[in-house]
Nanobody, 121 residues
């Protein structure tokens, strides 16, 4: 099938940086948009950043100028560089991807398992 595996979360002090990675594997023909979401318990999951296969990006207002999304299409990997982190960035971060699958020849929206980011004040 298709899997997304995230890494890079952890505990960091306010003002610090973290880099998240997410790699897709499985029966992949191609990957269109790749995104990062985050969720705080009791709140809805919110879109943090998105990137198309061509490299166009979009960011939530709360992270503009601090976070950068990028991808390596050869590695089926998306990154989220997070700088100037704030305590309000604390959340579980999830990657997602719109994947064209082999075998089934369909479009499939995949999610990663999530990685915790905690920013201490």
């Amino acid at each position: 099938q298709v899997q997304l595996v995230e890494s890079g979360g952890g505990l960091v002090q306010a003002g610090g940086s973290l880099r998240l990675s997410c790699t897709a594997s499985g029966i992949i023909f191609s990957i269109n948009a790749m995104d990062w979401y985050r969720q705080v318990p009791g709140n809805q999951r919110e879109l943090v950043a998105a990137i198309t296969s061509g490299g166009s990006t979009n960011y939530a207002d709360s992270v503009k100028g601090r976070f950068t999304i990028s991808r390596d299409n050869a590695k089926n990997t998306v990154y989220l560089q997070m700088n100037s982190l704030k305590p309000e960035d604390t959340a579980v971060y999830y990657c997602s991807a719109d994947i064209r699958r082999r075998v089934y020849n369909d479009n499939f929206h995949a999610w990663g398992q999530g990685t915790q980011v905690t920013v201490s004040s």
